[in-house]
C-alpha cells in the first residue's frame, strides 16, 4: 500500500471514529467575539454542536453517515443579523454553484472536520451584528449561538480650519472640519489663549461612504485687535484618541491711536537738534508720514517713523502731523515745534565777546569800589594816629636829625590830594564803559 492509500485510509478512519462517538449538528455554536476595523479583514469561525446519536449504528452504516455529514459541511449557509436572528440575511450559500462567481466581500473555509470560518475583507460599519452557519435544508431547533462582529473604533484621519480673513470688530465664524472617525460620538472645545472662547459652538456629524464619520464644529465670535497673533486651541474627544489642534488668528485692523515722541508742544532754540519719533500698531503695516504746516517731510511703509533736524532754524517751527494709514482707515497726531531766535545779525562770536565785556566791567567796578574803600579806611586811621603822635616843633636852628625826623613824618603821612586824584580818574574810566 502507498503512502497517498495509506493517508487517505487513515483519514477515513479518523472521520468514521469521529462521527460515530461524537455530535454532528447543525447549529452554530458560539466562538468568540470577534473585533474589527474598519476596511479592514476579518475572520469568524463557527463550530458545529447539535447532533444524532450515531453510536449503534454498524461499521458500514456509520461510514456512510459519515461520509453524507461530511458533505453536508459542504453545503453551508452563513447568516447575519443585527438584533434578532429571525430577521437573519443569507450572506453565503455554499450549495449553489457558481460558474463565473462575482467578486464578493465573503468567502468561506473549512477550518476542519467540524468547523467553519467566514472571511469577510474591507469591513464596513453595516458588517457589524451577528454571524453563525447552518448546513443546507437544516431546521433550527432553538436560538442559535452566534459570533457577534464588533466594529472597532476609527481614529481620526484629518484635521482642519476653514479660516477666512479677519476684521476687528465685525463677527466672523471660525470652522473646524474632523474627517474619518467611527463611531460618531465626538466633542469639540474652543479655546482661545488657554482661556473658553466665548460663544455657542455648533458640532455637526455626517456618515461617510466607507461607514466613518466626518464632523464640523463652528463657533461665531468678534474678535478685537489685541487678538491678532493669539492660538485658538481645538481640544477633539473621540473614543479612538484625543487631539488637539491649534490656530494662529490674523485679524486685520486700522492703526491704532500713535504715540508721538515728545508728547506735548515744545520749543527750540535756534541752532539746537530737533528730533521726534512717531510709533505706530496696525495690520496690514501702514504708511507713516511726517507732516510740517503741509508739507510732507518722510514717508514710509513701517511701524516707527523718526526725523532729525540738525541746527533747527526758525523755518522749521510750526506744527508737526504724524499720520498712519492702511486698506482699512487712517490715524494722524500732531505736536507743535517752537523755535526761539537769536538777536538780529548777531553771531555766536559777537554773543561771547558781549558777554565777556559784560563781565569785565562788572569786575573793574568790583575792583575800584574796593580801592576807593580801602583809601578811606586808611586816611581815617592815619588821622587817628596823628593826633596820639608827638608832635615834633623845629628848633630856630633845626639840625640834621630834626629835619631828617620831619622828613620821615611827612612821608608817613597820605597825600589827601593824591587819593582825591586817583579816585577822580577810576570815576571818569567807569564813565567812559
Avoid at 443579523?81 to 466581500?105: E, F, G, L, N
Wanted: charged share 20%; hydrophobic share 40%.
Amino acid at each position: 500500500m502507498n503512502s497517498l492509500a495509506r493517508s487517505l485510509l487513515f483519514w477515513h478512519m479518523s472521520v468514521t471514529s469521529l462521527y460515530s462517538t461524537g455530535k454532528i449538528g447543525c447549529n452554530a455554536q458560539l466562538t468568540k467575539k470577534v473585533s474589527g476595523v474598519l476596511k479592514g479583514d476579518v475572520t469568524i469561525t463557527c463550530k458545529y454542536a447539535e447532533s444524532i446519536q450515531a453510536t449503534t449504528l454498524p461499521p458500514k452504516a456509520t461510514r456512510e453517515i459519515s461520509i453524507v455529514r461530511l458533505a453536508e459541511q459542504h453545503n453551508l449557509q452563513w447568516l447575519h443579523y443585527k438584533h434578532d436572528h429571525k430577521d437573519a440575511q443569507v450572506i453565503i450559500d455554499t450549495s449553489i454553484v457558481h460558474r463565473c462567481p462575482t467578486p464578493s466581500r465573503y468567502s468561506n473555509s473549512m477550518g476542519s472536520l467540524h468547523t467553519a470560518q467566514l472571511h469577510i475583507r474591507g469591513l464596513l460599519v453595516s458588517d457589524a451584528g451577528f454571524y453563525f452557519c447552518v448546513t443546507v435544508n437544516s431546521k433550527l431547533q432553538r436560538e442559535p449561538d452566534a459570533s457577534q462582529l464588533v466594529i472597532k473604533a476609527v481614529s481620526i484621519s484629518e484635521t482642519w480650519f476653514l479660516t477666512s480673513p479677519m476684521e476687528a470688530n465685525k463677527p466672523t465664524i471660525l470652522l473646524l472640519n474632523v474627517i474619518g472617525f467611527y463611531p460618531n460620538k465626538i466633542e469639540v472645545d474652543w479655546q482661545l489663549a488657554k482661556k473658553q472662547l466665548q460663544g455657542n459652538p455648533v458640532l455637526l456629524a455626517n456618515p461617510h461612504c466607507d461607514g466613518t464619520f466626518n464632523a464640523t464644529s463652528m463657533i461665531a465670535f468678534v474678535p478685537q485687535a489685541d487678538d491678532h497673533d493669539k492660538t485658538v486651541t481645538c481640544h477633539i474627544t473621540h473614543e479612538s484618541a484625543k487631539v488637539s489642534m491649534t490656530l494662529r488668528l490674523q485679524v486685520l485692523y486700522a492703526p491704532l491711536p500713535l504715540t508721538v515722541q515728545p508728547q506735548e508742544d515744545f520749543a527750540k532754540m535756534e541752532g539746537d537738534l530737533l528730533e521726534l519719533r512717531c510709533i505706530s500698531k496696525s495690520n496690514p503695516v501702514a504708511k507713516m508720514s511726517w507732516i510740517l504746516n503741509g508739507k510732507v517731510l518722510l514717508a514710509k511703509t513701517t511701524t516707527h517713523l523718526r526725523i532729525r533736524v540738525v541746527n533747527v532754524s526758525l523755518s522749521d517751527q510750526g506744527n508737526y502731523s504724524c499720520s498712519a494709514e492702511n486698506s482699512l482707515g487712517t490715524r494722524t497726531s500732531s505736536v507743535a515745534v517752537n523755535v526761539i531766535g537769536l538777536q538780529p545779525g548777531a553771531t555766536d562770536e559777537q554773543t561771547w565777546l558781549a558777554a565777556g565785556i559784560s563781565i569785565g566791567v562788572v569786575l573793574l567796578l568790583i575792583i575800584v569800589t574796593s580801592v576807593a574803600a580801602y583809601a578811606f579806611v586808611r586816611k581815617r586811621r592815619l588821622a587817628g594816629r596823628q593826633a596820639e603822635e608827638p608832635v615834633y616843633v623845629a628848633p630856630s636852628q633845626p639840625t640834621a636829625d630834626v629835619y631828617e625826623t620831619l622828613n620821615v613824618a611827612d612821608s608817613q603821612k597820605p597825600s589827601t590830594q593824591k587819593v582825591h586824584d586817583a579816585i577822580y580818574a577810576n570815576t571818569e574810566q567807569i564813565g567812559k564803559l
